[in-house]
């Protein structure tokens, strides 16, 4: 059987931060959302840097074609000498003409965009009227400007929400809807499981197609499986689903408490949610055990930059039994990390926001074993002599729920095992925090 989860411990008073920050672009969620939805493409109306950015996060893809681009603005346009909104017309109507098979147009608000006022939401009206929504055309905002680079994927999920046509919601609703862009192999996992565990009618968000689109009405629980989606919660409330309140499916406690929130909103039985989860929880375990001898004891500390923060060091301090000296996130939604803070141990500094320069002397201050932290941060950190483990990582890689418990451990394990190979050591050292 499951043991209850601990009642809220006192982490401290949260350290507010307004400063400089050091966070990646929204416009980077494209990236795994254009992979996840196939028929989908991604037009970013922003500037060549945008395009560089965008380009060098995906990588050279010499084989495919990718389908994500940039509508580039230049100096005319941000010196407001040409019609954007023409501009964009005949950009969409080339793309459409050379790429037909497009059936989700996503139009991507960037920061130039966004400091000339550029209208999205105007241009996605008259495109969808002037090709009577095939493709359908959405737009949100990915600028770095205020954002980290998960709210992207955050924005665009709400956006997709509020655009879900009115006999769609009028229709049958989902039991289940499972916000959050997850890995196919890790849907198919989870769907699987709530298969087995009876529940019926469940749509992830994002589907694997755009023409999968959620029933939701007000017999529809939601459920979140990234941490990060506040926008996306508030739409799929607005068209009245409820949430269903657990903790986040990283490991196998996690994982567990997550599906046995859903269970218990079901109505499934001790003894089925047993017989399901039974065998791949010891798997679970199993794999994980594998890394915890490098990981047990270790003091760390997590910057703030992707927002899962709060569940990965839940998960370091209960399931690889590491000291957790900060937790930073850009952004706390407190409501969907209660759960996460609760079961954080006594004494633990939370952060949210960033004072960049003043987080790093903390963190030079406390002499860590690992840092969790964003790309910008971490080479400097290493040429210190600080171990780091790049936060964004933990955005592109599967991780959720039991198979990937072992990736998971082995994500933090992998540059304590690197300094370990470079130091001599044969084995991980077990030592206990002071």
Known sequence: MNQPLPTPCNTGSTIRQRGQHEVFCGLTSI????????????????SRTCA????SAAGVMIFSEPRFATAIMDERDLAGMADMH?????????????RPEIRMLVLVGSCPSEVIKFDLGRAAERLNARYASRPRVLCYSGSGIETTFTQGEDNFLAAL????????RSGRPAQLVVAGSLADVVEDQMARLLADLGIEDVVFLPGRSSDVLAPIGPQTRYVLAQPYLGATAAAL???????????FPLGEEGTTAWLQAIATTFGVSASRFEAVTAAPRRRAREATAHYRPWIEGKRIFLFPDSQMEPSLARYL???????????????LHREHVAGELAMLPP????????????????????RPDLIVCGMGLANPFEAQGLVTKWSIEFAFTPI???????????????????????????????????
């Open 237 to 247: 409330e607005s068209a009245g689903a409820r949430r269903i309140d657990g903790i």
């Open 317 to 331: 301090n209960r399931e690889l039994d590491a000291e957790i000296i900060e937790v930073g996130s850009p952004y």
């Open 400 to 434: 959720q729920g039991y198979e990937q418990a072992g990736d998971l451990a082995e994500l933090f394990a992998r540059p304590l095992m690197r300094q370990g190979l470079l130091s001599g050591a044969a084995s991980p050292s077990r030592r206990v925090a002071s």
């Open 161 to 168: 929400v509020r655009g879900l046509p009115g006999d769609i």
């Open 52 to 55: 560089h950015l965008i380009q």
């Open 347 to 366: 004494g633990v500094s939370i952060s949210e926001g960033q004072d960049v320069e003043v987080q790093i002397d903390r963190c030079r201050a406390a």
């Open 86 to 98: 023409d501009e964009l017309d005949e950009v969409v109507e080339k793309l459409l003409e050379r």
């Open 31 to 46: 990236i795994w959302l254009h992979r996840k939805i196939p028929d989908a493409f991604f037009l970013v109306v922003g």
